[in-house]
């Protein structure tokens, strides 16, 4: 297991993070190569089945990149990728899959030693989780086929509904804060999530 070295699937803003991403390379520092990336125009675009395909396929780990709170180039994309996350997370803790896997965060452009400070501690903390399936305690085969399904459970159209409705809550409280936001995925996804991971997993 010591040599073991996670495979991490990036989603990165492109007007902070991945720039960040890319300064750091032109600053030459050195951060582990377990990284492949994809780049977005913001995290708000981040989709809920993006991270569980994303695990479905082969990834040990998911790390999703955006500008800091406040500083959004649409504004508020990065709030409504909290949101996202928040189902992520749920979603993972209801298949048996360490949360932790899932990791959403901020660097600025200028930031290229903070996202190298981020990428790092991950990737030793995935490592130190080991292979998909394996902290879980879950054949891996059998968790990569959990993952596509409840990607495909994470474009139901009610589901979607209800994360919409946990947005407009958000802005409307005006509270960013992730326990929050937590709470109120919780609140208003739970009972269809239960529907369709119910029904679709067995
Ligand atoms: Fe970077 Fe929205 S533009 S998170």
Redesign the pocket.
Known sequence: MSNYQPKILGFL?????YTAADSAGVGRYQYPPNLRVIRM????RLDPSFPLEGLAQGADAIFVG??HPG????QD??YH?LVTAALVHETLARLGVNSQRFLIEWASAAEGSNFVKIITQFTEHVASLGPLGTSEGIDPTVLRKKLALAATTAKDRKLRMNLIKASKEMIKKGDFSRPTIAGLVHEKCDKVLTELIGASLP
């Open positions: 803003c492109n007007w902070c993070c125009m913001c995290s708000g955006g500008c500083e959004c180039h649409y994309g990065n990728a």
